[in-house]
């Protein structure tokens, strides 16, 4: 390389020696090139991939908030030279931010997505990089619903990908893993195993050490959560003897889950605890994420569901890329089973009888207590109602049925009429409730626009294949259709307003809103009438 005379031809065969080296898993020796590339003279062009070499390094060392950084400005410089290259490292980039979550940089990760969401567009037909960077920077700026098309477009890409090259192999990696996988963020459980598995053996037979490391970690948290635990402990080993031979040592992140899962309450603890200093040192928030998950699977093991449902909350409210599959069985667990529990299931008994307002004496003798013992556990009955609803909330959420995207469309319309229309019929009195209380109750307001984000999003997730084919404009007025069709609202309208018997209005809503759906998903350049 050094004897290469032309200075541009050489610092591109060292930015490619560099590559090879970072690919390797020899990180110091890749470092080494980098610090004679940047002692030499170098184009805007080679500047900028120096420093996105940097970025991925120090990824892979897991300093992630510094990899976010380097990323982001590395891909803003390739813009005018590197279009295609710059949006792959606007992806590299969002990566690191969604791994750093915030911990050390509050709103670091949404400055990076809406860059990543601004970025030039990409080509046509797209590459599997510009779906995923166009999945993910929707999925943080806009949220769930709004993405959910885009992230099962990526994810069908993801499944048939042919990884014969390194680029596709690269974009495999990155949407299958390190971002939190698209899979576990659609709760495709199957298609998680069948991605997590594939890249194992990727990385096996390139001979991708760093790759492999963090693909069996991956792989080995399926097993955990899929009850597999000693297929989890050989792969967990693996990653030990990976680390002995390429180093870093092993955040032992997946250890820590398996011993939560096995309720070994010192060992866990103590994995927790050093896994939460980690990600304190290397403003890794969503490391510290998966902490607060391992503690609250760990808790609600041990019976301390006060610390369980804590701990799951605050995963929760940091709203991670891929968590929702483990954090929200846990918040159903320790909601229900907490120390205030009868209380909330008191409040909650009440409502759902026709008390939109429950007092505390009602709700006390209810739950075989004093008022005086009330007001020990919740500050106010504005926090108890509070509780109550978010409750209802957790448990509507839980009993969702699994979106099958490859039923015929009527089908799905059939199946989604019916679990709509018996969930709203038990929601009615809880919505009345929440109507009565949000003034005082300012939470309950809160969980009211929360639950209706979640039915937009699993209305979103539902027709994913059908809104996936059409352009922005005409996915959100097809999906605000959908949601006037399909919300509590049009229900409470023939229950309430029309009188129609439950059976009456759960065949009146069939036939409605398959019509609806049919001419929204059909003609989706006006809005659709509902009566």
Do not use: K
Not at 87 to 100: D, G, I, K, P
Not at 270 to 292: K, N, S, Y
Not at 343 to 360: C, F, H, K, N, R
Not at 500 to 510: D, E, F, G, K, V
């Amino acid at each position: 390389m050094l004897l290469t005379t032309d200075p541009a031809r050489r610092a591109d065969r060292m930015l490619a020696a560099a590559r090879a080296s970072r690919d390797a898993g020899e990180l110091h020796a890749a470092l080494r090139l980098l610090v004679v590339l940047e002692a030499g003279r170098l184009d805007e062009r080679q500047a900028a991939e120096v420093e996105r070499l940097r970025g991925l390094i120090a990824s892979d060392q897991r300093r992630e908030g510094d990899a976010a950084r380097l990323l982001l400005s590395a891909a803003r410089r390739l813009e005018p030279h590197e279009p295609g290259l710059a949006r792959e490292t606007y992806m590299e980039s969002l990566v690191a931010a969604t791994l750093a979550g915030d911990l050390g940089r509050p709103g670091g990760r949404r400055e990076v997505a809406e860059a990543a969401h601004a970025a030039p567009p990409g080509p046509d037909p797209p590459r599997a990089v510009d779906v995923l960077l166009d999945a993910l920077a929707l999925r943080l700026t806009q949220g769930y619903a709004a993405a959910a098309p885009t992230l099962a477009q990526a994810l069908e890409l993801l499944l048939t990908m042919d990884c014969s090259t390194a680029e596709a192999r690269r974009w495999l990696w990155m949407g299958g893993g390190r971002a939190g996988s698209i899979a576990t963020e659609l709760w495709d459980d199957e298609s998680w195993y069948a991605l997590a598995a594939r890249q194992v053996q990727v990385a096996r037979d390139t001979g991708a050490l760093v790759q492999l490391r963090f693909a069996i970690t991956h792989l080995a948290l399926h097993h955990i959560v899929g009850g597999m635990l000693s297929t989890a402990a050989r792969l967990i080993e693996e990653d030990g003897l990976i680390a002995e031979v390429t180093g870093p040592p092993p955040v032992a992140y997946s250890a820590m889950m398996l011993a939560a899962w096995q309720g070994r309450e010192q060992q866990a603890s103590e994995l927790i605890e050093a896994v939460v200093q980690i990600a304190t040192e290397r403003d890794a928030g969503i490391l510290a994420g998966f902490a607060a998950c391992a503690n609250a699977v760990l808790s609600n093991g041990l019976g301390h569901y006060d610390a369980a449902r804590d701990a799951a909350w605050r995963v929760f409210e940091r709203d991670h890329v891929g968590y929702g599959h483990l954090v929200v069985p846990e918040l159903a667990e320790a909601a229900a089973r907490t120390g205030d529990a009868a209380l909330i299931q008191a409040t909650l008994d009440l409502i759902q009888a026709g008390d939109v307002e429950p007092t505390s004496a009602a709700i006390a003798t209810i739950a075989g207590v004093s008022s005086r013992a009330l007001f020990q556990h919740f500050a106010s009955l504005a926090d108890l109602y509070a509780a109550a609803f978010d409750l209802a909330v957790i448990r509507a959420f839980d009993r969702h049925r699994p979106v099958d995207g490859a039923a015929p469309l009527a089908n799905r319309i059939e199946l989604l009429v019916s679990d709509r229309s018996e969930l709203f019929e038990e929601w009615l009195p809880v919505w009345h409730f929440a109507e009565r209380v949000r003034s005082v109750a300012p939470a309950v307001g809160l969980g009211v626009a929360q639950l209706r984000r979640l039915l937009r999003e699993w209305l979103a997730a539902w027709f994913a294949t059908e809104l996936g084919n059409l352009d922005p404009a005409a996915r959100d007025l097809v999906l605000d259709s959908l949601d006037v069709a399909f919300g509590l609202d049009s229900w409470m309208n023939m229950r309430e307003q029309l009188r129609l018997s439950p059976i009456h209005a759960s065949r009146t809503w069939r036939f409605t809103a398959e019509a609806i759906v049919l001419q929204a998903l059909t003609v989706p350049t006006r809005p659709v009438a509902v009566a």
